[in-house]
């Protein structure tokens, strides 16, 4: 697993290096497992993947259907629910949204960090939440099988003094 010092979201980055990488580890893992990444759960990843947010279902499905797949919302409900539930994309409660994974294939406890003014997303490691809530299962008999933490609050830029 890689500890990103300070979440990509939340720094200055080459985005399109920083997507393209995620994208890629995304169909080795796909291919790994025999998952098919089917051109509309792979344009679905790809529009996940345009910008640290999350995306509500019926935005991506917008999306979807400008670039000529079909308009009904189950298409986009399907395909991500295959990302979600193939670590390739998570869904974000507080927002009802997703964002993809930027960890796809590793085993790990996402902590988002939203920001509540510009809805840029930071998914940054947990490894402490995580055993923190192992600590606290393990007595009681309970497998943790995913964890997902969410903060709000304001991203640097948004914090900075005017």
Known sequence: ??????PLAFSE???????????AQAGALAASRGLRLTPVRRRTLEILLESHRAMGAYEVLERLSADGFA???PVAYRALEFLVENGL?????RLNAFAACMHPGERHSPVFLICK???HIAEAQGAHVATALEAAATPAGFSIERTNVEALGLCPACAAPA
């Open 13 to 23: 980055h080459d985005h399109e290096t920083c997507s393209g990488g995620v994208l």
């Open 89 to 93: 994309a998570h869904r974000i409660r």
């Open 1 to 6: 697993m890689t500890i990103d010092p300070v």
């Open 71 to 73: 308009k009904q919302p």
């Open 117 to 119: 003014s510009c809805d």
